[in-house]
């Protein structure tokens, strides 16, 4: 379906869509629909943010560890009891940071959904875009377009997998503009939207939420994460 522009608005600080019909979910609901899943997170640190912001919501899934080091290491949330797993790993080149990482594990997204079987109780949600901003837009259309073939693959092998693009923050308008600025951000959102639009894909519109919440930070507080997170959970459960 085509999302309408925009796709929702705030209110009480909550994000209302005005495409589908929204529950928001508590702890046992949540803990209910996390129930026998295995979720994938594949992207930048704006998706890292949700599997340090889970733990809060639904309390049983743990941190567990796998011996790396660093803030973008691969995370991975466990809850034996319900069979849940929740895994972030971070997207391959471009990424621009100060901080020292790892490449012995390294993948780009495309790789890492070859990677998986999928299924029915299988969700990937997918984000890129903040660390190609410096970089020509073809660098983000190559990647775009490698990303939508990987989910066709992942398509024909197992139909029945979720699957949910998340776009791009709004971030600091002072910090590197002419490099990092929502000028290069709208253009790949735009792009973004057109490579995807006739995928069977859900879309959180973080570019719309993060507007309407006028947080201007590419790393929101907590109540805009939690409405991403529940919209989220509204596509898979």
């Given amino acids: 379906m085509k999302i309408p522009v925009p796709g929702g608005y705030t209110l009480q600080g909550r994000w209302i869509t005005t495409f589908c019909n929204q529950i928001q979910l508590d702890t046992n609901k949540i803990n209910d629909c996390l129930k026998g899943k295995l979720i994938y997170l594949l992207g930048d640190s704006t998706l890292r943010q949700w599997i340090h912001y889970l733990p809060r919501v639904a309390k049983t899934p743990k941190f567990f560890d ?138 959180i519109d973080a570019w719309d939420m993060t507007i309407a919440y006028g947080t201007n930070n590419v790393h929101p507080p907590d109540h805009v994460i939690g409405s991403q997170i529940n919209m989220f959970l509204n596509y898979i459960c």
């Fill in 66 to 203: 796998l011996h790396e080091t660093g803030p973008f290491k691969k995370h991975l949330l466990l809850d034996a009891e319900r069979h849940t797993q929740i895994q972030w790993k971070k997207h391959g080149y471009p990424f621009v940071t100060y901080s020292t990482y790892s490449v012995t594990d390294e993948g780009y997204i495309p790789r890492e959904i070859d990677r998986l079987s999928g299924d029915k109780n299988t969700a990937i949600v997918i984000t890129f875009g903040q660390h190609f901003r410096p970089f020509p837009i073809d660098v983000f259309i190559r990647r775009a377009i490698s990303v939508r073939k990987a989910i066709e693959r992942l398509f024909l092998r197992s139909p029945d997998t979720k699957v949910i693009i998340k776009t791009e923050n709004i971030r600091e308008m002072h910090i590197e503009t002419e490099w990092f600025g929502d000028f290069h951000g709208y253009i790949q959102y735009l792009t973004l939207n057109d490579i995807f639009k006739d995928l069977n894909v859900g879309v």
